[in-house]
């Protein structure tokens, strides 16, 4: 149904407050997942291990319980933990499903076939690591261990961040750098002199108004920032949605603005120009606090709400309406800063926008604003000093990107490609717990860079697209059968958390701190390895920071005392860190590196006659391709359905539920067709698609060639200036009615 209700927008962050009872009982744990059988469990007679969810990035902390027979029951929130409150979402429960799967990766694996067909022979886990190892030495003897890459995400990543820098490359980059969070870090440094990681310190459940700019809270679960919004709109609070479609939270906002894609720069300028104009921002704010507000003024004069309105195909009034309101409810009122803000390729200015707005309002370290969190920092387990590459990643990245803040994906594999003549190539890489066929754009780019590789590691748990491009795949354990580093995000309350192993690993899996050790072993890494088991380490850690291993066992997590103010203490001066000690709406490095100081909207590609702007994103029960073939999520959501507006329908013969395919501006055709949703909650001039659909890789039974993939249509990218970032929302699609291949096919 189109119409959802606030009480089942509230019921998503509170859905799995019991947890999710699963029976296991040998090979029936599977069947009976799929069956949906669902067994009482009496907590007092459980046995509890505590676990730290990896279905998403939130690394929510919980609790898995085990019956009297050491069988999985389910898993539940931990309660005194700041990030889900003792509620997990409805993917945080289904996290069993990822134990579960039987499709996932059983052993070691060598390649006999070529490159994406899938035609590996099983190995021991010496003989992969002998060969992994041997390759290794052939690339450090030609190119130099600097030659050796790393791409990897979750918290599998430091255990081989760790494996590469005892080697001696600095050659480290993830997807969510370039591709999500990169240029919304880079345009907070510039504005505050801080960043935003993860989650986000934003103070919603405080707030008064919160503007969500092309942010799909309840859609993408971010759990705590699921139920602070469901608390401020329960509150009566004020939610403001910018987006082209009319999305779970704009079903509850008080203003939609269906703004046209692209134009958002638009819109945030002319916001800015109302509150200056106006006087309804926070002077004192603003004189104590910010720098070159002088010039914002003047840069702003131009951009009119009539100007925006022409250009966002918003009206001017409701423009300056939403302006009004924003800073009538200031400070407590938060322009949300998204996650994913790889969109356009001036995405860095687009979140200097976003900064500098907020800074108007005057939110940033006031109440229902922006809070100032705090992470408690265990020392790294002795080891001797890393070994300094001759160069990394920052070589040829920083002359040109100056806000790159850490390795970009893209540019690494731009370095592997057989055209590159450089001497900075990249001969072998390690991919760990990342799909990057499907999160990478150029996808093509992508095929050729792996297939000109000397060696190329999957580490993982599931035999995604990228394990067909392996020479060597290493299964590696789940997050429910592995201890890893602890989590230790900042907070309003500072605090750790422990995940240990709740079930012995399946099959012939190893967790990835063992893999990445019994490599460093064999390639003569030892002394940076004096531990033998990850325990040792978890256990010195916790003791630095006045627990044990043994105590947060029993209790998951650990709160402790904040040292610092959550808010700027008005009665003393502040600094900020940047180079002027003030919150700067005009940036001076951006000045003197000879970037835009201050955002510009700068016209985007115009939709080609008969095609439609792709927009992509998530579903509330999937973590894009992450969980897709989850025996248990896989039952909430079978494939993504393409939603296209009626009267497009109608000009198309298109009923809902019937197969089309996509064809975008470059000619470029989707392998498998999406069923429709004909819906009045998506523009016109647009159509969406659901990310993490449509699996190429046969090995994945449940969601092989469901729905069509919006990662084959991004081929038009346009790279953000500052920082690298790969702006992908540049891309345009027509539907096709008939099977376009079906002549290859028959």
């Given at each position: 149904m189109d119409?959802?209700?606030?009480?089942?927008?509230?019921?998503?962050?509170?859905?799995?407050?019991?947890?999710?009872?699963?029976?296991?009982?040998?090979?029936?744990?599977?069947?009976?997942?799929?069956?949906?059988?669902?067994?009482?469990?009496?907590?007092?007679?459980?046995?509890?291990?505590?676990?730290?969810?990896e279905v998403c990035f939130w690394n929510c902390a919980g609790w898995a319980y085990l019956d009297r027979d050491d069988n999985l029951q389910k898993i539940k929130g931990n309660a005194i933990d700041p990030h889900c409150n003792g509620r997990l979402c409805p993917r945080g429960t289904g996290g069993v499903g990822m134990y579960a799967d039987e499709d996932r990766l059983k052993k070691p694996m060598i390649r006999e076939g070529k490159p994406g067909e899938q035609k590996f022979r099983e190995v021991s886990w010496d003989e992969a690591i002998d060969h992994i190892v041997k390759k290794m030495k052939g690339i450090e003897a030609k190119h130099g261990r600097e030659a050796m890459a790393l791409l990897h995400h979750g918290k599998t990543g430091p255990h081989f961040e760790f494996l590469f820098e005892a080697y001696g490359s600095g050659n480290i980059a993830e997807p969510a750098g370039a591709q999500c969070l990169i240029t919304r870090e880079a345009g907070f440094i510039t504005t505050y002199g801080a960043g935003l990681a993860s989650p986000e310190p934003t103070d919603t459940r405080n707030a008064d108004c919160l503007v969500l700019i092309g942010n799909h809270i309840g859609e993408n679960m971010h759990n705590g920032h699921v139920q602070d919004m469901s608390h401020l709109i329960e509150q009566g609070g004020t939610v403001i949605t910018v987006d082209p479609r009319f999305s779970t939270a704009a079903g509850h906002s008080k203003y939609w603005l269906p703004i046209k894609p692209g134009t958002d720069i638009a819109l945030l300028l002319a916001w800015m120009n109302v509150i200056i104009n106006e006087e309804i921002y926070d002077k004192e704010y603003v004189e104590k606090y910010t720098y070159g507000f002088d010039l914002l003024k003047d840069h702003v004069q131009k951009y009119t709400p009539e100007w925006a309105a022409a250009i966002t195909t918003l009206s001017a009034a409701d423009i300056r309406k939403t302006a009004k309101v924003m800073a009538g409810l200031a400070p407590k009122t938060i322009v949300h800063p998204g996650r994913h803000t790889a969109w356009y390729g001036d995405d860095t200015q687009r979140t200097r926008a976003i900064a500098i707005?907020?800074?108007?309002?005057?939110?940033w370290g006031r109440v229902g604003g922006f809070y100032f969190p705090e992470r408690?920092?265990?020392?790294?387990?002795?080891?001797?000093?890393?070994?300094?590459?001759?160069?990394?990643?920052?070589?040829?990245?920083?002359?040109?990107?100056?806000?790159?803040?850490?390795?970009?994906?893209?540019?690494?594999?731009?370095?592997?490609?057989?055209?590159?003549?450089?001497?900075?190539?990249?001969?072998?890489?390690?991919?760990?717990?990342?799909?990057?066929?499907?999160?990478?754009?150029?996808?093509?780019?992508?095929?050729?860079?792996?297939?000109?590789?000397?060696?190329?590691?999957?580490?993982?748990?599931?035999?995604?697209?990228?394990?067909?491009?392996?020479?060597?795949?290493?299964?590696?354990?789940?997050?429910?059968?592995?201890?890893?580093?602890?989590?230790?995000?900042?907070?309003?309350?500072p605090n750790i958390a422990?995940?240990?192993?709740?079930?012995?690993?399946?099959?012939?899996?190893?967790?990835?701190?063992w893999i990445a050790r019994e490599i460093g072993i064999k390639l003569g890494l030892e002394k940076y390895y004096p531990w033998k088991?990850?325990?040792?380490?978890?256990?010195?850690?916790?003791?630095?920071?006045?627990?044990?291993?043994?105590?947060?066992?029993?209790?998951?997590?650990?709160?402790?005392?904040?040292?610092?103010?959550?808010?700027?203490?008005?009665?003393?001066?502040?600094?900020?860190?940047?180079?002027?000690?003030?919150?700067?709406?005009?940036?001076?490095?951006?000045?003197?590196?000879?970037?835009?100081?201050?955002?510009?909207?700068?016209?985007?590609?115009?939709?080609?006659?008969?095609?439609?702007?792709?927009?992509?994103?998530?579903?509330?029960?999937?973590?894009?391709?992450?969980?897709?073939?989850?025996?248990?999520?896989?039952?909430?959501?079978?494939?993504?359905?393409?939603?296209?507006?009626?009267?497009?329908?109608?000009?198309?013969?298109?009923?809902?539920?019937?197969?089309?395919?996509?064809?975008?501006?470059?000619?470029?055709?989707?392998?498998?067709?999406?069923?429709?949703?004909?819906?009045?909650?998506?523009?016109p001039t647009s159509v969406y698609l659901p990310h993490g659909f449509g699996s190429k890789s046969k090995k994945l039974s449940r969601t092989y060639g469901k729905g069509s993939a919006d990662y084959e249509m991004l081929t038009n990218i346009k790279i953000d200036p500052e920082t690298g970032g790969t702006g992908m929302r540049n891309n345009f699609v027509t539907l096709l009615?008939?099977?376009?291949?079906?002549?290859?096919?028959s």
């Open positions: 119409n959802i209700n606030r009480r089942d927008f509230i019921k998503i962050s509170s859905v799995a407050t019991a947890g999710m009872a699963l029976t296991w009982s040998g090979t029936s744990f599977v069947s009976d997942l799929l069956k949906g059988e669902v067994v009482p469990l009496s907590e007092s007679i459980a046995k509890k291990v505590p676990t730290v969810c707005l907020n800074a108007l309002l005057g939110s408690i920092k265990p020392p790294h387990y002795p080891h001797p000093q890393m070994p300094k590459p001759k160069w990394t990643w920052k070589d040829y990245t920083k002359e040109k990107h100056k806000m790159a803040i850490m390795g970009i994906t893209n540019i690494v594999i731009d370095h592997a490609l057989p055209e590159y003549k450089g001497k900075h190539k990249i001969k072998g890489m390690f991919i760990t717990a990342t799909n990057i066929i499907q999160s990478v754009p150029d996808v093509e780019k992508t095929k050729r860079a792996l297939q000109n590789l000397d060696l190329v590691v999957v580490v993982d748990t599931m035999p995604s697209e990228i394990t067909g491009y392996a020479d060597v795949i290493l299964p590696e354990a789940t997050y429910l059968e592995r201890y890893d580093h602890l989590r230790t995000s900042h907070h309003k309350v422990l995940r240990a192993p709740v079930m012995k690993p399946r099959w012939e899996t190893k967790p990835g701190w088991d990850f325990e040792e380490v978890l256990d010195w850690q916790l003791k630095q920071v006045g627990t044990s291993l043994e105590e947060m066992k029993k209790i998951g997590v650990k709160r402790y005392s904040k040292k610092k103010p959550l808010y700027i203490n008005e009665n003393e001066e502040y600094w900020f860190n940047t180079n002027t000690g003030k919150i700067e709406l005009y940036s001076t490095d951006f000045a003197e590196w000879g970037y835009d100081p201050m955002p510009v909207y700068k016209e985007k590609d115009e939709a080609p006659v008969g095609f439609f702007n792709l927009i992509y994103g998530r579903v509330p029960m999937h973590t894009f391709g992450r969980t897709t073939n989850n025996p248990n999520l896989y039952d909430l959501k079978e494939e993504g359905h393409l939603w296209v507006h009626p009267k497009v329908a109608k000009i198309y013969g298109i009923e809902s539920g019937q197969e089309v395919w996509l064809k975008n501006q470059d000619g470029k055709i989707s392998t498998f067709p999406s069923k429709v949703r004909i819906t009045q909650r998506i523009s009615t008939e099977n376009p291949h079906k002549n290859i096919e």
